[in-house]
């Protein structure tokens, strides 16, 4: 069974997501230029969401850190729960790290960010408090068979059992030093895009200091931030087998996690320029999709030309009436019969889709939603 969501989020002036010079990230696309939205951010965002979060830990599930400070992570453990002195501990934990197979840089820094579930580092800390005098002031070629094996062992069974967090579950593992700790991703997200073409925009602002002499005018900073106002198109596609087979088969927990992600990815938002902006806007159009079929489709074509605002019809109504056109199209051009359902949350006036179920809220599109996949699965 695979999990489909269309998100259509009209953002008013905002720098969501900037690109290395700082100005908003774009693209073309169909020919036009384009907002766009980084598929990274948003998934940072919607696993960092309370929403996200909460889903999981209801469900007893782990939750992903990923960091290059797990030398001081494992060092904090080690004080908190094996009483040992911060030296001793750092050399516990450079010894665990290097026992996993990674190399530390300066300032005790792993080379590249590691993701591990929370769980996994409470369990490192636990076996390395319980060899913590065998692992100290050794290198790691001399130390004890039974120190290594134990870690070995630890490792092997989280290769083989396939309990991972449920962020990694959803968003996948790439760790190059050891290519058997990949997880395969559950969830492919696109990049967001603007269904509008867009042109970029400056604000040029200027600071006084409050304790500038009243006889000296001018300003003290000046700046430029760029920024842009776009309605953005997002798509992501879950493969709900995947996603259990990630969560080591827990049903239940697999349950927690898809409706944890789906009120994450309508409610979360990135935070790029926020404070300065609060582009706060919820999403005007939510629509979801299960399929029992591998033929998942983004909408994305549906916004080649892009669309516009006329005769009274906004941004959004237009982008609305263009991706549920497209999406008519498909159906009958592929058929339907692998949909289990077809919900859509709609905040505009726009003319309901006939092909689809329309919703009144967000609880009722994920209690709906829950009870599809309950049913689908049995």
Request: charged content about 25%; hydrophobic content about 40%.
């Amino acid at each position: 069974m695979f999990l489909e969501l269309h998100v259509l989020q009209n953002f008013a002036p905002a720098n969501l997501n900037r690109d290395d010079t700082g100005a908003p990230k774009d693209c073309h696309f169909g020919g036009y230029r384009r907002a766009r939205i980084s598929s990274q951010c948003i998934k940072r965002s919607v696993r960092k969401h309370t929403a996200f979060r909460d889903a999981v830990l209801r469900h007893a599930g782990d939750l992903g850190v990923r960091t290059k400070r797990l030398v001081a992570r494992l060092k904090g453990l080690l004080v908190e729960n094996n009483s040992l002195e911060e030296e001793a501990a750092e050399e516990v934990a450079n010894a665990v790290v290097t026992l996993l197979g990674f190399k530390t840089a300066k300032g005790d820094k792993t080379q590249y960010l590691l993701y591990l579930g929370e769980k996994d580092i409470q369990e490192l800390a636990a076996l390395a408090g319980q060899h913590a005098e065998t692992l100290q002031s050794k290198k790691v070629k001399d130390l004890p068979k039974d120190a290594t094996k134990a870690f070995k062992e630890l490792i092997d069974k989280k290769k083989k059992n396939g309990a991972y967090a449920a962020d990694i579950a959803l968003f996948g593992r790439m760790i190059a030093d050891d290519k058997d700790m990949n997880v395969d991703a559950a969830c492919q997200m696109a990049q967001a895009i603007s269904t509008n073409k867009v042109d970029m925009e400056m604000d040029y602002y200027t600071a006084v200091d409050d304790l500038l002499p009243e006889d000296q005018p001018g300003s003290d900073m000046i700046g430029v931030i760029e920024y842009n106002s776009s309605c953005f198109y997002r798509y992501a596609c879950v493969d709900c087998s995947k996603l259990e087979e990630n969560l080591a088969r827990d049903a239940d927990l697999a349950a927690g996690v898809l409706q944890g992600f789906v009120e994450a990815s309508v409610k979360a938002v990135p935070t790029g320029k926020q404070n300065s902006m609060a582009a706060q806007n919820p999403p005007s159009y939510v629509r979801a999709i299960l399929r029992n079929d591998g033929f998942p489709w983004s909408l994305a074509n549906a916004f080649q030309d892009p669309a516009k605002p006329y005769y009274g019809n906004s941004l959004e109504q237009t982008s609305i009436t263009k991706l549920q056109d497209y999406m008519s199209k498909l159906k009958k051009a592929y058929g339907a019969d692998g949909l289990v359902c077809d919900l859509i949350l709609d905040l505009t006036e726009s003319e309901e889709a006939a092909d689809a179920k329309p919703v009144s809220n967000l609880n009722e599109l994920l209690e709906t939603l829950s009870a599809h996949y309950e049913g689908g699965r049995s």
